[in-house]
């Protein structure tokens, strides 16, 4: 992506909009930003962005409109938007900060997407990263939606390198070249139907992970989960997949497996690591590990390093997170569960009488499943 001396125009100012106009003004284009939000006031942008640059809050004037070469949205920005359809029409090139960064980014991408797990399977694989480059040289830099934007860390990036980047929907929508070298999809359900309006369209999303991967490249894929097992069938690239389970019987159609054996997970045939030996709780942790595992031992990292760094990874905050204890009463901090699946999974990670503490907003999701799993707790 040529951007030099180009007019390119930036919606959004949050974290991920001035990162994008930072890294714009380095490469040289001519930027513009946009903010829908009257109320802000154009100089706090300004100082906001350390830039010299056009800023329209509230509305957005026509020559502005047709001078737009291409757009870079930030990731909460729908890309139904009126203005952005308007934008589609006059002709500019519609694309998002996470596109925007791999363009200039140097060294290897890993990438996971999924319904919930990003986080904990993101920090995860990032802390593995950065243990084998201390010992082989590089550096490692974890990105995106887990609250380090892409284009902060992109033109500091070396061609040994190792970026591990949590990706949501949102972000994923206006990828385009985005080619990760090693990709994983946790898991799909519903959830974000207010923005993408149908599962089938949520899922379609998700699945752009993969979409530029050639054989090459390897995906990290939930093989109990019917949305990421159908599209293992279909992916060109190697497929690794994890499951649950523990009846395991050997390579499937050619697919490595990470699989449970009692409480054992399994590479294949070979023992990885006892979950008793490892400090996160929960069942669906243990899709995460094997999610990283199957990810950095497919990048080349030793197995030795991937199995140290499990052994001694914590949770990170608001998933499942130990805060205290008082007169007898463990309290855990589980406020990133904010749909039905991430909630069911807390639930069942507990194991004595539970009080749920709940709040949030509706994203027309159904919550039959969610009351079932209370089961007497």
Not at 338 to 365: E, F, R, V
């Amino acid at each position: 992506m040529n951007v030099k001396d180009r007019n390119v125009l930036v919606i959004g100012s949050g974290i991920s909009g001035i990162n994008a106009v930072r890294l714009l003004c380095h490469e040289g284009a001519k930027v513009c930003l946009f903010d829908a939000n009257e109320k802000l006031l154009p100089d706090d942008i300004r100082k906001k962005a350390d830039e010299d640059i056009e800023v329209y809050v509230g509305s957005l004037p026509e020559d502005v409109k047709e001078r737009s070469e291409t757009v870079v949205l930030s990731p909460g920005v729908p890309t139904d938007n009126p203005l952005v359809n308007e934008l589609r029409e006059l002709g500019a090139r519609i694309t998002g900060e996470i596109e925007l960064a791999y363009t200039f980014a140097r060294g290897d991408l890993l990438a996971i997407t999924g319904t919930n797990g990003k986080t904990t399977t993101t920090s995860l694989v990032g802390e593995i990263c950065r243990r084998h480059t201390e010992m082989v040289g590089g550096q490692t830099f974890v990105v995106g939606n887990i609250g380090f934007p892409y284009t902060e860390s992109a033109l500091r990036t070396a061609d040994d390198s190792i970026t591990v980047a949590e990706i949501s929907s949102f972000q994923l929508e206006t990828t385009d070249e985005f080619r990760p070298k090693i990709s994983a999809i946790l898991n799909i359900t519903p959830d974000h139907l207010n923005r993408h309006h149908t599962m089938e369209n949520y899922v379609s999303v998700k699945e752009r992970i993969a979409l530029r991967q050639t054989p090459e490249d390897t995906i990290v894929l939930n093989y109990d989960d019917p949305y990421t097992r159908d599209f293992g069938e279909r992916a060109v690239c190697r497929v690794v997949y994890f499951t649950r389970k523990d009846d395991y019987r050997g390579h499937e159609n050619g697919r490595d497996f990470l699989h449970m054996d009692g409480d054992m997970i399994m590479y294949n045939d070979m023992p990885v690591i006892d979950v008793n030996d490892m400090l996160l709780i929960g069942s669906h942790n243990y899709e995460n590990v094997m999610a990283a595992v199957g990810m950095t031992y497919a990048y080349g990292i030793p197995m030795e390093t991937i199995v140290d760094t499990v052994r001694t990874f914590k949770a990170v905050e608001h998933r499942i997170e130990y805060v205290k204890t008082v007169r007898g009463v463990d309290y855990y901090n589980d406020s990133k569960g904010t749909n039905p699946d991430a909630a069911i999974k807390g639930i069942q990670a507990m194991k004595k009488p539970t009080i749920l503490i709940g709040g949030g907003y509706d994203k027309q999701s159904a919550y039959d499943e969610w009351i079932e799993s209370f089961d007497g707790k």
